[in-house]
């Protein structure tokens, strides 16, 4: 036993991490064989994804306006001892690299299992650094400087923007395609003009709920 501060520990509680008093699964109201999601502390729905420009912060709140049913940014939900048990936003935001949807597919996979999310929306945004350079620019750039070879890691056309149609349309294919993403799912793309402020919606893949 390891007495200190008055608390009696087991010798399984000490094997416990530092910081592990901090996790759902060692919390004994929490069930993991019998988990139904956060949604009832967080009603999480839609995720976008977006690229991490600081020009183009706006992102979020321009997508959450055209749906016009999401609630962002939200606030948090204290209770009576003072902690965040929940909070009211339904939009998650997930940035990259120039929005890539090849970036976000573990991210999708874990707000699924966590908040059963309905929507994923992908947004490329005007006067993008990853329309600065082509694909074979930064292979061979990074292959010289680092020795490295970035085809074993990072799918071709998903290294840069080279024409902003056909890039949404390959991450909404890529989505659609990977086992990361429920086929229930509804996918969007949209360009976002950072200096205007305008959102334009270029493709939606809605899955035919009656052959579901």
């Known amino acids: 036993m390891n007495y200190k501060k008055g608390i009696i520990k087991t010798?399984?509680?000490?094997?416990?991490?530092?910081?592990?008093?901090?996790?759902?699964?060692?919390?004994?109201?929490?069930?993991?064989?019998?988990?139904?999601?956060?949604?009832?502390?967080?009603?999480?729905?839609?995720?976008?994804?977006?690229?991490?420009?600081?020009?183009?912060?706006?992102i979020p709140q321009a997508v959450a306006t055209y749906f016009g049913d999401e609630v962002y940014p939200g606030e948090n939900i204290i209770n009576e001892e003072g902690a965040r048990v929940g909070h009211t936003r339904t939009l998650f935001e997930v940035s990259n690299?120039?929005?890539?949807?090849?970036?976000?597919?573990?991210?999708?996979?874990?707000?699924?299992?966590?908040?059963?999310?309905?929507?994923?929306?992908?947004?490329?945004?005007s006067f993008c650094g990853a329309t600065a350079f082509t694909?074979?620019?930064?292979?061979?750039?990074?292959?010289?400087?680092?020795?490295?070879?970035?085809?074993s890691v990072i799918d071709h056309d998903s290294m840069a923007i080279m024409d902003y149609e056909k890039s949404l349309q390959h991450d909404l294919q890529l989505l659609r395609n990977s086992p990361a993403v429920p086929?229930?799912?509804?996918?969007?793309?949209?360009?976002?003009?950072?200096?205007?402020?305008?959102?334009?919606?270029?493709?939606r893949d809605i899955p035919d709920e009656s052959k579901a």
């Open 11 to 58: 010798k399984e509680e000490n094997k416990m991490g530092k910081f592990e008093e901090f996790q759902f699964r060692t919390q004994p109201w929490f069930d993991q064989s019998n988990f139904q999601g956060f949604n009832q502390a967080i009603p999480m729905k839609t995720i976008v994804i977006y690229c991490f420009d600081p020009r183009a912060a706006e």
């Open 183 to 203: 086929k229930n799912i509804k996918l969007y793309g949209f360009f976002y003009e950072m200096n205007s402020g305008k959102l334009t919606e270029v493709l």
């Open 135 to 151: 694909p074979e620019q930064l292979i061979n750039e990074f292959h010289e400087h680092h020795h490295a070879d970035l085809t």
């Open 97 to 125: 690299a120039g929005g890539r949807a090849l970036s976000a597919l573990q991210s999708v996979a874990t707000m699924e299992y966590l908040f059963h999310v309905q929507n994923v929306v992908v947004v490329h945004h």
